[in-house]
């Protein structure tokens, strides 16, 4: 089945930091999307993006698909994006959701 | 527009023991998934459900685990027995179904903490 890798694992920041969020996908996708996970535990939607760019607030996205990575930016970063950041994709003819291990986020005030 | 539900939100059991979790998806949506999410890892599909029939079921433990979505709305998912390594979140979510851009975007509920003793 399809890998996903997300880098790094661990990411601590001070307020105010940039900071971007990388997940490699092992084959072409039809569904990709990004996830906050906050510290009670609940999945928050932050882009749907299987290929191009977005942007949301203080948040973007990118996805290139012909190359298998889309990278997730967060720019001047505040406590509360603190928790796990899940990349998500599925392949064609298959809405099997393969999540990545995640990228947890600490932001120091 | 309200979101996924989900109950109970915590649930303590001891192992060899039946549990049950109830989702109701977001109005309209056709697709329903189940997943479960083990702590420090990522959210795996057990199930997922089109309307009232079932799409993909291949990593539903099928001896101890079952689904039903039995009007195509909400949706009940039951351990029989549960077993220690059974502890973990389990999230359901919704999604329009469709072939339109975004129709598969998965939006989640707030998901049942399991702890089996």
């Known amino acids: 089945g399809i890998q996903v890798e997300q880098s790094p694992p661990d990411l601590i920041l001070q307020e105010g930091a940039n900071s971007t969020l990388r997940c490699n996908f092992s084959?072409?996708?039809?569904?990709l999307q990004w996830f906050h996970q906050n510290p009670w535990g609940q999945l928050i939607n932050l882009f749907y993006?299987?290929?191009g760019t977005k942007q949301n607030g203080r948040l973007s996205a990118t996805t290139v698909a012909t190359e298998r990575y889309s990278l997730l930016y967060i720019s001047s970063s505040q406590t509360t994006d603190s928790g796990v950041y899940f990349c998500?994709?599925?392949?064609?003819?298959?809405?099997?959701?393969?999540f990545g291990a995640g990228t947890r986020l600490t932001v120091k005030p | 527009e309200a979101g996924v539900a989900q109950s109970p939100r915590y649930k303590i059991i001891e192992k060899r023991q039946s549990v049950a979790f109830w989702c109701n998806p977001i109005?309209?949506?056709?697709?329903l998934y189940w997943y479960q999410q083990i702590l420090g890892q990522g959210p795996k599909l057990l199930i997922q459900?089109?309307?009232?029939?079932?799409?993909?079921d291949s990593q539903l433990p099928k001896d101890r685990f079952s689904a039903e979505r039995l009007k195509g709305v909400d949706s009940t998912l039951k351990i029989q027995p549960a077993k220690l390594e059974d502890s973990a979140v389990y999230l359901c979510?919704?999604?329009?179904?469709?072939?339109?851009?975004?129709?598969?975007?998965?939006?989640f509920g707030p998901g049942t903490r399991l702890t089996v003793l």
């Open positions: 998500a994709v599925s392949w064609y003819n298959n809405n099997d959701m393969r």
């Open positions: 979510a919704s999604s329009l179904g469709g072939r339109g851009e975004g129709t598969d975007t998965q939006y």
């Open positions: 993006i299987p290929s």
């Open positions: 109005s309209g949506h056709a697709t």
């Open positions: 084959d072409s996708v039809n569904n």
């Open positions: 459900f089109q309307n009232n029939g079932v799409v993909d």
